[in-house]
């Protein structure tokens, strides 16, 4: 009887290798024989996995080179026909004729221009809530998708006005540079620059006053904030409102000076302040009627008493 071939290189190592540790002549020891046995099993086992995605046609046999490139440049053309096209649509060259058309190209296209959205109420009420929570970074970013700073709530507070009651002064330049309202007033004619007044806020009272708001301006009772500061005890803001040309001649609807404030708290570094520039014909005519004034309260709450 003939023998048959064995087609596989990989069996013929293996029988060969059984056939010499049978006989005695190998060299190998009994682990290296085993570990060589298994490597090839892994090596047979890759390669029938290998003939079993080989592609067969109808008969069982596997499918020619030409058939495979055949069929690989068709499901590329299938995929780009699925896909999305990527591409602008087409736009004329010619403006008389409409029926030549081309592919888009940087010459041709022009982008449109379009109209500034109008600000997101919600997005201003964001940038309240943010200004309140001191997230700084978020209300700059809003500023730069073009939200507008002048959203008041139902308290009346803005987002100018909590940075300007809370010292940021950086934060106010970049409020006023997208468009808050500087002249905005809160209860009784109180403006900004009084605010910080009150607070002795010195850097954000220059940044409003260079921003173009009075130093002057008066609230209901003609308080200015010249009088507020005095009032606080802001010896700074009362030196700067000095030399900004503030009146300090000028009387409430007390007939309080600022001076007359100043004294009667008895604050003494402002009295050095104001009365070299205070006139003494004012203070003298303030500091009456508030003497005719308490005068007369003294009078009212004893006949009460009586």
């Not at 700074?236 to 001649?249: M, T």
């Amino acid at each position: 009887m003939k023998k048959q071939a064995v087609n596989s290189p990989f069996l013929k190592k293996i029988l060969d290798l059984i056939i010499l540790f049978s006989m005695g002549v190998t060299k190998l020891t009994k682990r290296m024989f085993i570990s060589t046995l298994l490597v090839s099993s892994a090596l047979i086992s890759t390669s029938i996995q290998a003939q079993q995605n080989i592609l067969l046609d109808a008969n069982g046999v596997p499918l020619s080179n030409d058939m495979l490139l055949l069929l690989s440049s068709g499901a590329e053309k299938f995929d780009q026909r699925n896909k999305p096209s990527k591409t602008v649509s087409k736009l004329s060259i010619d403006s008389g004729s409409k029926n030549k058309i081309a592919e888009p190209t940087k010459s041709n296209i022009k982008l449109i221009k379009r109209p500034k959205r109008p600000s997101n109420p919600l997005l201003e009420e964001e940038m309240l809530d943010a200004m309140k929570a001191g997230k700084i970074q978020r209300v700059k970013q809003l500023l730069r998708a073009g939200v507008s700073p002048s959203f008041k709530n139902y308290k009346g507070e803005t987002p100018l006005g909590i940075a300007v009651s809370r010292g940021w002064a950086s934060m106010v330049i970049s409020l006023l540079e997208n468009g808050a309202d500087i002249n905005e007033k809160g209860a009784r004619g109180v403006t900004l620059l009084h605010v910080a007044s009150s607070k002795g806020l010195t850097d954000v009272a220059k940044v409003l006053v260079k921003g173009g708001l009075s130093p002057s301006k008066k609230t209901d009772k003609n308080w200015t904030p010249l009088h507020v500061a005095a009032r606080y005890n802001h010896w700074q803001l009362v030196q700067y409102y000095v030399s900004e040309g503030v009146d300090p001649d000028i009387r409430n609807s007390d007939g309080q000076t600022a001076l007359g404030l100043a004294r009667h708290l008895r604050h003494q570094g402002i009295i050095k302040i104001l009365s070299r520039v205070t006139r003494r014909s004012s203070l003298d005519f303030a500091e009456m009627n508030l003497l005719k004034k308490k005068s007369k309260k003294r009078r009212k709450k004893s006949k009460k008493r009586k």
